[in-house]
């Protein structure tokens, strides 16, 4: 059974920092491309981030380009966002994503003085 658990996130004021990760289970994780979504309120879910299977390229939207870093460590089926100068309009629920394997349940990440 695939499991994907979202933690890391939280209330944060504007320029700081969070580290989100989703611990992965059930399927060979060291296959699989995996991606980071989020969706804010009353807008749909939009692509984050993304990192391949072997070389481990990562990709980003435009929006978070040069702010967030996504990795991953298969020797512990995690993938990590690292987050930086967060901004007001990051704030939303984080997902993590394995393309046609399932969801995580997301974290919830605040921007706000």
């Known amino acids: 059974q695939v499991q994907l658990v979202e933690s890391g996130g939280g209330l944060v004021q504007p320029g700081g920092s969070l580290r989100l990760s989703c611990a992965a289970s059930g399927f060979t994780f060291s296959r699989y491309s995996l991606r980071w979504y989020r969706q804010a309120p009353g807008n749909e879910r939009e692509w984050v981030a993304s990192i391949t299977s072997t070389s481990g390229t990562p990709n980003y939207a435009e929006s978070v380009k040069g702010r967030f870093t996504i990795s991953r460590d298969n020797a512990k089926n995690t993938v990590y966002l690292q987050m930086n100068s967060l901004k007001p309009e990051d704030t939303a629920v984080y997902y993590c994503?394995?393309?046609?394997?399932?969801w995580g349940r997301g974290t919830q990440v605040t921007v706000s003085s």
């Open positions: 994503n394995v393309l046609g394997l399932g």
